[in-house]
């Protein structure tokens, strides 16, 4: 009695210990999922980084091409500067990898009356002709008013080495030609625009071609766009120039997890633009832009033989410049983020729930298996106890048999009987145990055939006559006579039947009745036979009552009543029952009686049909 506290304080602290382990577990994973999150957070920002920064320097690269191609020396007469200008044209039409990404070569000049003349160049003809401002022109027609110098033409143009400007709204690159104006002597002199040279953009191209080509190399992964990119115009109201996939944008607040000019403008924006806008570096741009090759995806060209030194591209307008939108297909990165530490967290809180089921199971088995030792322990102390006795008085018979003790013919007579008496009782035992190891083996063969379920009770009744004249129980019959045939074993049914008498006669003690009752019923399954045990004794206490058909289990009135047997008797009952597509329903109530009725699913009988004569 003082070993079960010990061994329930070890089971609970044990099973705390498991606890404060799952619990330390859990709080480990929650760290490590969130130190998970945060970097792939900074992977996944660093990653988007470089690719925005990576697509605007390709895109700018692309028009760094056509700015460095038509990047002349404006000296000489106005013919030959167009001459160098349609040169430039075929030179860019020849080795270009996008030449659509042209739509049109122009030139400006300007007058005495300060007029303005644009010249178009004919590829067909290979010469410029002079044309009217077109519609799309008409802003920087304006534009370039403001800034030219009448009667520039006459003059001499220099060098230029201020940047190309980028009209979006067209799209168009333009550059002047400046000459200087005033005596040389005088310090009043100024460069100012005499001319200059338009080379038109063709917006079909860059949002069917180039744009979604960028898109592809730097956003979408084997499973499609990872970031949606879009670009939209500046100014207002603004528009959508170019998707990678459709999503709601909105263009008059734009936002995403990457917002940028797609053109370097100088101002202050979250991505560090490649190249410093200072007109006193622009000579850095060119060896920047070598810099900033292959490396990174980007096609390197060769800048040996540079006609002039060289400006970068501006825009127009910075309120116009264009915008780069990138967004997570998720909706966003953070949202990406949390969607992983939630598939984190789920798998890691499913291991620790495994984990903790694997743990509750074994503490369950290990306690099963404790209960069981025990139970086996309690059998064979039982079965020893229960061995002693019968061989004890048979030994002593055939002792006193044997030294001639026992003389008289009816002294002799009753001693045979109590022999005969308690091998049978042994024999029961051995044959209870074979039954019950049978079973442990492997699951046992019946021969199951139609039986009369009536013939099974008279023959279980038969077996159990020596124990119930030796105890002076009586028996109660109440069998219906015209009960249906039941498929079963009838050596096995019989011993089930005879299990359920015994555990009558143990247990019904000084009332010494047992009540059999036979009779159809309908079960779930349909029609069946129930054949019901019942005894007036202790009964069964509540808390033995779902644990009776164990094997080895015990009640704790048979320490009370001293009630001999092996635990085996019930358990083999409901395996039979079963085996036989059965089952055994249990009632009682202490200090009322018991009773245990099995149920027997019965054979409808087939009408054979009668022919006519």
Same mark, same amino acid.
């Given at each position: 009695?003082?070993?079960?506290?010990?061994?329930?304080?070890?089971?609970?602290?044990?099973?705390?210990?498991?606890?404060?382990?799952?619990?330390?577990?859990?709080?480990?994973?929650?760290?490590?999922?969130?130190?998970?999150?945060?970097?792939?957070?900074?992977?996944?920002?660093?990653?988007?980084?470089?690719?925005?920064?990576?697509?605007?320097?390709?895109?700018?690269?692309?028009?760094?091409?056509?700015?460095?191609?038509?990047?002349?020396?404006?000296?000489?007469?106005?013919?030959?500067?167009?001459?160098?200008?349609?040169?430039?044209?075929?030179?860019?039409?020849?080795?270009?990898?996008?030449?659509?990404?042209?739509?049109?070569?122009?030139?400006?000049?300007?007058?005495?009356?300060?007029?303005?003349?644009?010249?178009?160049?004919?590829?067909?003809?290979?010469?410029?002709?002079?044309?009217?401002?077109?519609?799309?022109?008409?802003?920087?027609?304006?534009?370039?008013?403001?800034?030219?110098?009448?009667?520039?033409?006459?003059?001499?143009?220099?060098?230029?080495?201020?940047?190309?400007?980028?009209?979006?709204?067209?799209?168009?690159?333009?550059?002047?030609?400046?000459?200087?104006?005033?005596?040389?002597?005088?310090?009043?002199?100024?460069?100012?625009?005499?001319?200059?040279?338009?080379?038109?953009?063709?917006?079909?191209?860059?949002?069917?071609?180039?744009?979604?080509?960028?898109?592809?190399?730097?956003?979408?992964?084997?499973?499609?766009?990872?970031?949606?990119?879009?670009?939209?115009?500046?100014?207002?109201?603004?528009?959508?120039?170019?998707?990678?996939?459709?999503?709601?944008?909105?263009?008059?607040?734009?936002?995403?997890?990457?917002?940028?000019?797609?053109?370097?403008?100088?101002?202050?924006?979250?991505?560090?633009?490649?190249?410093?806008?200072?007109?006193?570096?622009?000579?850095?741009?060119?060896?920047?832009?070598?810099?900033?090759?292959?490396?990174?995806?980007?096609?390197?060209?060769?800048?040996?033989?540079?006609?002039?030194?060289?400006?970068?591209?501006?825009?127009?307008?910075?309120?116009?410049?264009?915008?780069?939108?990138?967004?997570?297909?998720?909706?966003?990165?953070?949202?990406?983020?949390?969607?992983?530490?939630?598939?984190?967290?789920?798998?890691?809180?499913?291991?620790?729930?495994?984990?903790?089921?694997?743990?509750?199971?074994?503490?369950?088995?290990?306690?099963?298996?404790?209960?069981?030792?025990?139970?086996?322990?309690?059998?064979?102390?039982?079965?020893?106890?229960?061995?002693?006795?019968?061989?004890?008085?048979?030994?002593?018979?055939?002792?006193?048999?044997?030294?001639?003790?026992?003389?008289?013919?009816?002294?002799?007579?009753?001693?045979?009987?109590?022999? /005969?008496?308690? *091998?049978?009782? %042994?024999?029961?035992?051995?044959?209870?145990?074979?039954?019950? &190891?049978? =079973?442990? +083996?492997?699951?046992?063969?019946?021969?199951?055939?139609?039986?009369?379920?009536?013939?099974?009770?008279?023959?279980?009744?038969?077996?159990?006559?020596?124990?119930?004249?030796?105890?002076?129980?009586?028996?109660?019959?109440?069998?219906?006579?015209?009960?249906?045939?039941?498929?079963?074993?009838?050596?096995?049914?019989?011993?089930?039947?005879?299990?359920?008498?015994?555990?009558?006669?143990?247990?019904?003690?000084?009332?010494?009745?047992?009540?059999?009752?036979?009779?159809?019923?309908?079960?779930?399954?349909?029609?069946?036979?129930?054949?019901?045990?019942?005894?007036?004794?202790?009964?069964?206490?509540?808390?033995?009552?779902?644990?009776?058909?164990?094997?080895?289990?015990?009640?704790?009135?048979?320490?009370?009543? /001293?009630?001999? *047997?092996?635990? %085996?008797?019930?358990?083999?009952?409901?395996?039979?029952?079963? &085996?036989? =597509?059965? +089952?055994?329903?249990?009632?009682?109530?202490?200090?009322?009686?018991?009773?245990?009725?099995?149920?027997?699913?019965?054979?409808?009988?087939?009408?054979?049909?009668?022919?006519?004569?």
């Amino acid at each position: 009695m003082r070993l079960r506290p010990r061994r329930s304080a070890s089971w609970i602290g044990l099973v705390c210990a498991l606890a404060v382990i799952l619990i330390v577990l859990a709080i480990l994973q929650i760290r490590w999922s969130n130190q998970v999150s945060q970097a792939q957070r900074e992977r996944l920002e660093a990653n988007l980084h470089i690719a925005v920064t990576r697509f605007r320097r390709n895109f700018y690269l692309e028009l760094f091409r056509v700015c460095w191609t038509f990047q002349t020396v404006p000296s000489g007469p106005p013919a030959k500067i167009m001459r160098a200008y349609g040169d430039h044209y075929s030179d860019w039409m020849g080795a270009s990898a996008h030449p659509a990404l042209v739509a049109g070569l122009f030139v400006w000049r300007t007058g005495r009356d300060g007029s303005l003349r644009l010249f178009r160049f004919n590829p067909a003809s290979a010469r410029f002709a002079s044309i009217p401002w077109p519609p799309e022109f008409e802003s920087l027609h304006h534009r370039l008013l403001r800034q030219a110098s009448p009667g520039g033409m006459e003059r001499p143009a220099k060098a230029d080495e201020a940047p190309w400007v980028i009209d979006e709204r067209i799209p168009a690159l333009y550059h002047a030609w400046r000459v200087t104006t005033g005596k040389p002597e005088t310090p009043e002199k100024m460069d100012v625009p005499s001319g200059g040279v338009i080379v038109q953009l063709d917006m079909n191209f860059i949002q069917r071609v180039l744009l979604p080509m960028l898109a592809d190399r730097y956003f979408r992964g084997p499973e499609g766009f990872t970031y949606g990119v879009t670009i939209v115009s500046g100014g207002r109201p603004a528009r959508v120039i170019y998707q990678s996939s459709s999503g709601a944008i909105n263009s008059t607040s734009p936002t995403g997890d990457a917002v940028a000019d797609l053109l370097f403008s100088g101002r202050h924006t979250s991505m560090q633009p490649p190249f410093q806008e200072d007109r006193n570096k622009a000579n850095s741009v060119s060896d920047e832009i070598a810099s900033a090759s292959s490396p990174e995806g980007i096609d390197s060209f060769n800048l040996e033989g540079a006609r002039q030194p060289f400006a970068f591209i501006v825009p127009a307008n910075r309120t116009a410049n264009w915008k780069m939108i990138v967004r997570h297909r998720s909706g966003s990165v953070e949202t990406a983020v949390l969607g992983l530490r939630r598939r984190n967290l789920t798998v890691s809180f499913s291991v620790l729930l495994l984990l903790a089921a694997s743990m509750g199971l074994i503490l369950i088995s290990a306690q099963r298996a404790q209960r069981l030792a025990k139970l086996q322990m309690d059998f064979v102390a039982n079965i020893s106890h229960e061995l002693r006795t019968p061989l004890a008085v048979i030994c002593s018979a055939a002792e006193n048999l044997a030294d001639g003790v026992v003389g008289a013919k009816e002294q002799v007579k009753n001693y045979g009987a109590l022999i /005969q008496a308690e *091998g049978r009782r %042994l024999s029961e035992m051995m044959e209870q145990i074979l039954v019950f &190891a049978a =079973g442990r +083996a492997g699951p046992p063969s019946y021969s199951q055939r139609p039986v009369d379920i009536l013939e099974i009770i008279e023959a279980a009744l038969a077996d159990a006559q020596p124990a119930l004249e030796s105890t002076g129980v009586s028996v109660e019959k109440r069998l219906e006579s015209d009960l249906p045939l039941v498929l079963a074993d009838p050596s096995a049914l019989s011993r089930c039947i005879q299990n359920l008498i015994s555990n009558a006669i143990k247990y019904g003690q000084e009332n010494r009745w047992i009540g059999l009752r036979a009779e159809k019923a309908m079960g779930k399954q349909g029609p069946e036979v129930r054949i019901t045990v019942e005894d007036r004794g202790v009964g069964i206490e509540p808390e033995d009552l779902p644990h009776i058909f164990e094997p080895f289990y015990r009640g704790k009135i048979k320490n009370t009543l /001293q009630v001999h *047997g092996t635990g %085996l008797g019930l358990s083999i009952a409901k395996e039979i029952a079963e &085996a036989m =597509g059965g +089952a055994i329903t249990v009632t009682s109530s202490p200090g009322q009686g018991s009773s245990f009725t099995l149920h027997l699913p019965g054979l409808v009988a087939v009408e054979t049909p009668t022919t006519a004569a």
